[in-house]
């Protein structure tokens, strides 16, 4: 791995709220669906919980450049930093790499050809998917549904 995207990992707290409760990807969260179906919006619990998929262009999040993280909608549990997103063009929040150890994947036939999707390591809550057609130099894609992300300002 490039010692720039192992920098960039190893300081994703310096992203987050000083006074910020940061849960642990270890410190799993198991609800039943009515639980989630009480927190959540309608749209997010259709992709956290179903594997739903938001219209390409609908999130806010695909212009938001300031620093700090990009939490799960579901757990809190931070995902992403600011600097690791990109603008893929595709209308999805997008990014190159994640914070360590946040995410599981499986594959996904959904679309006949195998996908890689991830889910939160604390709460199982579906993503998206990670494709190889990003920018070096991880190559990746971390192609993320915005409305299972939350965004907190390290300024906040």
Avoid at 23 to 51: G, I, K, N
Avoid at 53 to 69: K, M, Q
Wanted: proline share 8%.
């Amino acid at each position: 791995m490039d010692d720039d995207i192992r920098k960039m990992q190893t300081r994703w707290r310096d992203f987050v709220p000083a006074e910020a409760d940061v849960p642990s990807p270890d410190d799993r969260l198991d609800q039943d669906r009515e639980q989630w179906r009480q927190e959540l919006t309608p749209a997010a619990y259709r992709v956290l919980r179903e594997e739903g998929t938001e219209p390409a262009g609908t999130s806010e999040l695909n212009d938001e450049h300031r620093p700090g993280v990009f939490v799960c909608a579901g757990c809190g549990l931070p995902l992403f930093t600011s600097e690791m997103k990109f603008d893929s063009g595709t209308g999805w929040p997008s990014f190159f790499t994640t914070i360590p150890d946040v995410f599981e994947t499986s594959r996904d036939f959904k679309l006949i050809l195998p996908r890689t999707e991830y889910h939160c390591r604390r709460c199982g809550g579906h993503h998206g998917h990670v494709f190889k057609d990003g920018p070096a130099p991880t190559g990746l894609r971390y192609c993320n549904n915005g409305v299972a992300l939350r965004f907190v300002p390290r300024d906040e």
